[in-house]
Structures are given as C-alpha cells and as structure tokens.
C-alpha cells in the first residue's frame, strides 16, 4: 500500500487540492500490471491509487478497510479469484467495481458481470481510456469495452441464456415510464440523470430500476444496457 500523492502529466485539467479525488484500489496478481496501472492513475490529478492487492481475497479485506471508490479487478488470480471477490464486494457495497479483463475465459466475464461489476475494459487499453471509466463507473455509469460488448451479446443470444429468452413478450410487460428508464439505462445514465431527464425523483427512479430488472430476469443495470444494445443492433 502506498501513498499517490506525486502526480504526472494531468488528463483531466487543472484541479484545486482540496477537491474530492477518487480512490483507486489495484487488483492483479502480476506486479507487473499493477505498477502500469498505478502509473496509468498517477497520470491523473483527479484520482490516487490507495493500495494493491495481488489476489481476491486480498483484496476484499482491503476494500472493507479502506472503501476505495473505484477497484481495478483481475479475474484470473489465486487464492480468491476476481468474480467471487467482486461478488462479495459488491454485495457489501463497498466499492464500484471495474474489471480489467483479457476476456480468455467466458466463465469468468460472464460471472463477474452477474456478480455485479460496473464495467469491463481491455487490459490493452489506452491510458486515458482507462482513466475515463474510472470517472464514468465512479458516476455511478456502466463502461464495456466494444470488444467485450460483442462478445458478451453473442453469447446473449445463445439458447437458455435468460437474457434472450423470448425478449419482445418481456419488454411488453413494462409500462410506458418503466421503458423510459429502460432506454436510458441502455445509455448508461445515472439515477441522477435519469431523474433529471424524465422529471421524476431519484428513489422513484430507483423503484423503475428495480422493476424493470425483476420483469427482464436481469440481474443488473450491465445487463439491462446489453439488452439494449442487441435491441438496436
């Protein structure tokens, strides 16, 4: 664990001190990767990397001690992989999740992203890419890869996966306000701005999310936004 506090260039403009940075927690079994995403972070004067954690059981304890705003996610690492330690985390609500993912092992993508991860994104990625979902997926938004989108949505429409069993019949069952919120999680709109788009209240927001995944058999705003994306592709 280590203090972030030097800084590099900064991609996000300048930036008082005392403002709100966001807190980063790295997780990767490769040393390797970690000091390049460390580096990647650094870059940015709006954001700081609070601790490593080179397996998932790690890095569930570090998240319930330090609540890291944002969690950089492996999937593939001993002793406790990325899904289960995102499972868990995200169940307690200690932090957003944003796996950084190869995307070699469907199992592993598809259980993170039932697990409740915020996003997915390409190891390969460029810096600034990986700087921007962090703020995205720290807004409270979902952040998917291109790659990682198709292939998630082709296995979507695979026999028995729930959420391209009989889709029309399901999105019938929504009221009219329940596709409004619909369509705007398929833009990855925060519960904020939802609200703010169609005139209603953030907890009335809340209650149409709710809905709308229960009726769909989704188990996530992620999911909710790939429906969306077969839906107009």
């Known amino acids: 664990m280590s203090d972030s506090s030097r800084l590099g260039p900064c991609d996000s403009g300048p930036m008082e001190s005392s403002e709100r940075r966001i807190a980063v927690l790295l997780v990767d079994d490769h040393a390797a990767i970690r000091l390049g995403m460390r580096m990647v972070v650094d870059t940015a004067m709006d954001m700081s990397v609070v601790g490593e954690a080179g397996d998932g059981a790690t890095a569930i304890t570090m998240a319930r001690a330090l609540v890291p705003d944002v969690i950089l996610m492996d999937l593939r690492m001993p002793v ?136 769909l058999g989704l188990e996530s705003r992620v999911q909710a936004a790939l429906l969306q994306h077969h839906r107009h592709n």
């Open 80 to 215: 406790l992989d990325g899904v289960k330690a995102t499972e868990t985390i995200c169940a307690e609500g200690l932090s957003k999740v944003l796996v950084l993912t190869t995307f070699d092992h469907d199992s592993y993508l598809f259980g993170a992203l039932r697990a409740g991860a915020a996003g997915f994104l390409l190891k390969s990625a460029e810096p600034a890419g990986i700087t921007d979902a962090i703020r995205r997926v720290d807004a409270g938004q979902q952040v998917i890869a291109p790659e990682v989108t198709a292939r998630i949505v082709a296995a979507a429409l695979t026999p028995g996966n729930r959420t391209s069993q009989h889709p029309a019949p399901e999105l019938d069952t929504l009221t009219a306000r329940e596709r409004d919120v619909f369509e705007a999680l398929g833009k990855g709109l925060t519960n904020y701005s939802i609200g703010r788009q169609l005139g209603i209240s953030e907890a009335t927001v809340k209650t149409h999310v709710s809905r709308v995944l229960a009726k």
